[in-house]
């Protein structure tokens, strides 16, 4: 990739590397993982590097999530950047990662500040470009309380066998629309949304599928919260997504209860910009069991501050749709084959639009929260 407006890093600085932002971003989780972890060794990062040992990558490779750590080990705050909750919204998540290590992030941390970056949460979606994680669990469904009964999605019971057809050809596209537009005919379009993404512990191999057991990433990410944050007193949190919303604008939400303290604070820091799907203001379902739950949990003498940047791509049918073709091809199609490799084009291009200013606005917009995020950590 090559071209997109360049960025002088260190601002106030007359002179400094010229920074391509599009070229931050990554083609590939084989390509994101070396460029992110060398970014992060320039800038002075302690990196660590978790294997997940229960899957391996479409050419073999291994599977590793990441972390890079900077500022002192006993800061007050810290500023956690996290990439690929949702596998091919890693895309994303890795380009802002990689642009904030370039253009001199670490080194402007205020005082008592630490951050940590982590990337490929979910090295197997980010790999595969899928949303879910090798056992097919949706990470952001997988942080309910398993010892307790599931919630209930009785919509998504409802138009299950036409969310994974037998088939995917014209014949079944014609059925499943007669089922979902009946069922929008009575809950509206929002309705239907939400039965489909909200979350669902019913059928394992459906789409938004929240688990039945901590996943090999809800693990890792407790056990990162646990040893790299328990010395923070206050931990500001900003989770990268893409699928909804307009082309390349980054929504704030936060997915905690409105009556929550931490909502109260996230509101503070990000004001009216932020939004909430329990308050009917969110492009997003109101969805439970989201992995930044994991941080008031692991660490509860710290104040946790967590929201989720979710960026625009393209309509909610055709995001949605292309989370359906690729839960059938996984499961019922052919990878090698024409209609296979046109399902894997499509669904990395609706989570990581192709062509420079996608890119650029998702850096904007990132610079612009990581910025509040440490107003509002040190305030
Ligand atoms: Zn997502």
């Known amino acids: 990739m090559t071209g997109g407006s360049c960025y002088i890093p260190n601002k106030g600085r007359k002179q400094g590397p010229m920074v391509s932002i599009p070229e931050c971003f990554s083609e590939s989780y084989a390509e994101a993982r070396p460029k992110f972890c060398a970014a992060a060794a320039a800038a002075g990062g302690a990196l660590r590097s978790w294997l997940n040992p229960k899957a391996r990558g479409p050419n073999g490779e291994a599977l590793f999530l990441d972390t890079a750590r900077f500022g002192p080990a006993d800061a007050e705050n810290m500023l956690v950047l996290i990439a690929g909750t949702h596998g091919v919204e890693g895309h994303c998540g890795s380009g802002a990662e990689i642009a904030w290590l370039r ?15 982590i990337h490929a949460i979910n090295p197997y979606g980010f790999a595969w470009s899928r949303r879910v994680t090798e056992d097919n669990v949706d990470l952001n469904r997988n942080f309910v309380d398993h010892d307790k009964a599931y919630p209930i999605n009785a919509g998504y019971e409802e138009i299950a066998a036409a969310v994974v057809p037998q088939q995917w050809d014209d014949a079944s596209h014609a059925a499943t629309a007669r089922v979902f537009d009946a069922y929008a005919q009575t ?5 239907l949304q939400g039965a489909i993404s909200s979350g669902q512990y019913t059928h394992p191999d459906g789409v938004f599928f929240g688990g039945h ?10 056990a990162i919260a646990r040893t790299e944050l328990c010395a923070a ?3 500001g949190v900003i989770d990268f997504h893409t699928g909804l919303g307009p082309f390349g604008h980054g929504e704030l939400i936060c997915a905690v209860a409105p009556s929550a303290k931490s909502f109260a604070r996230a509101r ?16 997003s379902a109101v969805v439970v069991g989201v992995m930044t739950d994991a941080f008031p949990q692991e660490l509860p003498d710290a104040e946790v ?3 989720a940047i979710e960026y625009g791509t393209y309509a909610v049918p055709d995001v949605l749709n292309a989370v359906r073709a690729d839960n059938w091809l996984h ?17 990395k291009e609706r989570f990581f639009p192709s062509g420079d200013k996608w890119r650029e606005m998702v ?14 950590l040190t305030g």
């Not at 253009?103 to 970056?117: E, F, N, V």
């Not at 850096?363 to 509002?376: C, F, N, P, S, V």
């Open 187 to 191: 809950h509206g379009a929002y309705g």
């Open 331 to 347: 499961q019922k199609g052919d990878m090698s084959s024409a209609q296979g490799k046109a399902i894997k084009a499509d669904i």
């Open 103 to 117: 253009m001199g992030g670490p080194a402007r941390l205020p005082q008592d500040t630490g951050s940590l970056l």
């Open 233 to 235: 007193r206050r931990v």
């Open 305 to 307: 501050t967590s929201v």
């Open 363 to 376: 850096w904007q917009r990132a610079d612009q929260t990581i910025g509040w995020a440490l107003k509002g």
């Open 213 to 222: 057991k901590p996943t090999w990433s809800n693990r890792a990410i407790r």
């Open 268 to 283: 503070a820091w990000y004001g009216d910009e932020m939004t909430s799907p329990e308050s009917g203001t969110s492009t």
